[in-house]
């Protein structure tokens, strides 16, 4: 009990390092309350990561935020914040419409980019941002969506115990409590690209994309709960959404932004199919049948395939760091503090400095991750996100 203590407060208040004489110095896009577990606290560990600036649409916020998380710099605008030959990287953690805009300006400007998920609003404009000119030229900047959970060990151990072409079904589900969500925020403006699905869902989607190592064929069923007040009607509290995949396998994907208030974790249950285990103590009429991932045990007869007994092996599995995850990462960096987010600066440094990446989110994958949303959102009757006019 005393190590997970340690562990979790550790993580939200980790060392601070000496910084290096060519840290990449971020400038952040906005006073969001994402900012500061997403990027400043992980920063505070990094050797080559500074947070130089901020800026925010009321200065007066900007300043307060800065004063708060010890930011050197506040700018007036933006657009200051690119024009700046000493901001190197640009964190942009904006509502959710206005990241393609910022995103493409930011990348003109020459900066490297780490861009809060969903990416954009949709596949139109995942389409051109990841597909720039500027993003093929030698020296280009790094662009990535934000995944943050994608780059934790435990994610990539649980990746080890899958073969997707045996997925059958994937159930995967994640909330928030109804206190943290109120009608009137951006999660629930359609003008501000909001909705459970982009805001919450997006996580799910790209967990069933990784287990299946694949992109879904079609979107089979997808319902929503919406308000109904003729103002957020376009916009999703919650959905379900069944999705088909290539090798025939269903994914599953359940989200509430008006959950309990007890709060859950979220999780992501995989059935696969049987897999013959050699077992001589059998008699020859019977054979052994492993489900991969739920570790659970069937005897069959095998001239008819009933069950003759059915048993579960529970098992559980630790990985902070990639050390304990094993496999090809088992040499990579990493504290048992780190969060997923630590975890994701890391590779985002690496590449900035021109290092070898172990684990990338590249932009046909986050093309990808938004046709899926909006397959969903066109299944759903709420339609698709809107398209920023900037180009």
Not at 114 to 122: A, C, D, M, Q, T
């Amino acid at each position: 009990m005393l190590s997970l203590v340690s562990r979790v407060w550790t993580a939200f208040d980790p060392p601070t390092v000496q910084k290096k004489s060519d840290a990449i110095r971020f400038g952040i896009l906005g006073a969001a309350k994402t900012a500061p577990l997403s990027l400043i606290t992980p920063a505070k560990s990094h050797p080559e990561v500074v947070v130089q600036a901020i800026s925010a649409r009321d200065r007066t916020r900007a300043e307060a935020f800065a004063k708060k998380y010890g930011i050197p710099d506040v700018r007036h605008s933006y657009q200051e914040i690119l024009d700046d030959p000493n901001i190197d990287a640009i964190y942009i953690p904006l509502p959710n419409s206005l990241h393609f805009e910022w995103a493409v300006r930011a990348i003109r400007a020459g900066k490297h980019v780490l861009l809060e998920k969903p990416s954009v609003s949709n596949a139109i404009e995942a389409n051109i941002l990841f597909n720039l000119p500027e993003l093929s030229q030698p020296n280009a900047p790094v662009l990535l969506e934000a995944f943050h959970n994608r780059f934790h060990p435990a994610v990539h151990l649980f990746r080890s115990f899958i073969n997707p072409a045996d997925v059958v079904h994937v159930h995967t589900d994640s909330m928030v409590p109804w206190l943290m969500t109120a009608k009137g925020n951006i999660e629930f403006n359609y003008n501000l690209s909001g909705g459970s699905m982009m805001m919450l869902g997006t996580y799910n989607f790209g967990m069933l994309r990784m287990i299946f190592d694949d992109e879904p064929e079609e979107c089979l069923t997808c319902d929503t709960s919406i308000f109904g007040d003729g103002i957020h009607d376009k916009c999703d509290y919650d959905f379900k959404a069944e999705f088909r995949f290539p090798n025939g396998g269903i994914g599953e994907a359940t989200t509430t932004m008006r959950g309990p208030i007890l709060w859950k974790p979220s999780e992501a249950r995989v059935t696969t199919k049987e897999v013959v285990v050699l077992d001589n103590t059998l008699p020859p009429a019977q054979e052994k049948h492993r489900i991969d991932v739920k570790d659970s045990y069937v005897i069959r007869n095998k001239e008819d395939h009933q069950p003759v007994r059915k048993w579960v092996e529970p098992k559980s599995h630790n990985a902070y760091t990639y050390k304990e995850a094993g496999g090809e990462f088992a040499d990579l960096p990493g504290e048992d503090w780190w969060i997923s987010f630590r975890y994701e600066l890391e590779e985002f440094v690496n590449r900035v400095k021109g290092r070898q990446t172990q684990y990338w989110v590249g932009g046909d994958d986050s093309a990808n991750q938004m046709k899926m949303i909006d397959m969903a959102y066109e299944k759903s009757g709420l339609g698709l996100r809107p398209t920023s006019s900037f180009r």
